[in-house]
Each structure stands twice: as structure tokens, then as C-alpha cells.
């Protein structure tokens, strides 16, 4: 399956779009990033559009989101940074692969130093060394990457044992309910000090309410997702609920 005809949409059989969804610094209360999340052409869920990849067309797919968020953000002119979630096993040679990505950014004039790749843990990677080399060469094009979903999934500490990434994002089921919960509290302070040493940004994702979110703040996190700030939009880049202003 060439590049060529990935790039050009002829392999797929669906169309797809992208919703965006904010992620925030709120110690400067202004958009860090925003998410890109596939959405069917008449709104249908990220679910439904998944349900329609298999391995004949795994590479298409995530060669065609790559390059639908990448001609959106330009489009709706975005000036931060776009994260695009990718299939690592999709991948099959990471020079050849990012091909695609790197003309989409030429053809809609986005900065290619403003594109963060995130690789989610639920995918399940048997080939560590394989997604080290995709990191590696992601961080030599000066991409940022991102580890989602950190602490579900396959692999937790290991994987970041074998690669750091830029940003991890902490999964929703560390977040939900920390304020009540010191074991959370104390696993949450543990990953943040790593992080720190090893100079690695953490996204809290999926905050859901302000008691979530200032615990977190407490702790020493500053970059949040969630429904609580906004949520994900087809068509528009979302504006998030200013927690400052609602203090």
C-alpha cells in the first residue's frame, strides 16, 4: 500500500473528520494544545469510525487522519500545538510512513515543530524497539510525542523505562475522584516527581469536575483535558471554560 494513493484518500473506502478538544495550561489560563479526535462525517462516534479499521486498512486510516487534523488545524487556523493520535502498529518504517505527514504540513502551511504524536497504551505494542525507533525518528523531524492513557494499558512504567517521551497523559482512572483518594493522590505525586527528573510535561486528562482539578493543581500539575474545561467540537476550535474567571 503506497503512500502515494494513502495520501490522496483512495485506499480508506470512509470519510472521516476531526473533532478538536482543548488542552490547557491553566497556570497561564491559555490553550497548550489541541486534540484531534476522529468523528465520522455525519457525527458519528470515535467508536462507531474505529469499528471500521481492520488490518487491510490500518495504515489508510492512520495515514488519512494524520492528514485530515493536520489540513482542519490550518484551516481553523490554529496557532498552538496539534496532537495527532497514532497507530504504532501502522507504522511499518517510520521514515518511509512520515512521508505523508511531513508534505500535509508543506501543502497547508502548518508548522511541523507545532505537531505533538500521541501513541495510546490501549493499543497493544509487542515491539518496544519498533516504537522507539518511531519516537526517535518523530524527535529528529522536531515533532513532540506523547505517551496517552499512561498507567492503563499494556505498559506503565516500562515503556517509559525504554523511551521518554515529551508528555505523558495521565489516564482517567488516576484521576477520577483523586481528591477523595490519597492512594491516587500518592501514585499521582510519584509519577509527577519522575516526570520532573526526567524533564517530561503531564496532561491530566479527562477532568471532570474543579474539586479533580485542584487537587491535581495541588500536586503540581498545570496541563489539563476534560469536559470540564470543554468539549470536543467538529468544525470549530472550542473555547474552554476559564477556571480562573470561575474562581
Known sequence: MGCESCHQGNELGFDITMAFQPIVDLN???????ESLVRGPNGESASEVLR???????????????VKAIELASGLGMNSLLSINFLPNAVYNPEACIQTTLRAAKDFNFPQRNIIFE???????????????IFDEYKRLGFKTAIDDF???YSGLNLLAEFQPDIIKLDRALIMGIDQDHVRQTIVGAVLSVTRELGIDVIAEGIETTEESQTLRDLGVRLFQGYLLAHPQTG????????????
Open 28 to 34: 497561564g489560563d491559555s490553550v497548550f494544545a489541541y
Open 52 to 66: 471500521r479499521v481492520n488490518e487491510e486498512n490500518r495504515y489508510a486510516f492512520d495515514q488519512a487522519c494524520r
Open 119 to 133: 501513541v495510546t497504551e490501549g493499543e497493544k505494542v509487542t515491539d518496544h524497539g519498533h516504537l522507539k525507533s
Open 151 to 153: 498507567g492503563a494499558g
Open 236 to 247: 470549530t476550535l472550542p473555547e474552554y471554560v476559564s477556571q480562573e474567571r470561575n474562581s
